[in-house]
């Protein structure tokens, strides 16, 4: 799933999101570097992403999500598994996380850099299966911010499952 070029206020649901060759969502600057216009309020929720549809093994994609150039106040979760992403593959890309929060250095921009910024991470479940009674590990880690700014890992309830994110293997 690849979101550019101003793409905001959609929702990504209930949707097994596997097997790809790149991010199972990606929401980035188009590929020339002349976007920019800016992705808001974006949620991803209640997904799959990184396993078979069942959930219990590995069907990997590089990054299970990437929230990248030019992204605002995009929320990941409530209700998202997202586990298994990067094993197995071989490539270019030298990091495979489950939740990856960083600009995308390798675009080309020709009108300044636009960060990620107001990323919210919170009641998933990354690097287990969906009952998270078992490690279904990310490759490389379960979330990496990097390039970035005001990103927040949890909720304001650490005993609220909505809220909380449980990070594994």
Known sequence: VLLISGASSNTIRNNVIAGNNGP?????????GTDTYAKIGNIIRDNIIGLTANGSAALPNWHGIWVGDNSQDTVIGPGNTIS??????????????GVFV???GSVNLSTGVFYPQGTLVKGNKIGTNPAGTSALPNKDGGVLVG??????????NATDANERNLIAG
């Open 84 to 97: 298994g992403n990067g094993q197995g593959i071989a490539g270019s890309q030298p990091l495979y996380y």
């Open 24 to 32: 199972g969502i990606y929401l980035t600057l188009d590929r020339n």
């Open 147 to 156: 390039l970035s700014t005001n990103t927040t890992i949890g909720g304001a």
């Open 102 to 104: 960083q600009y995308d």
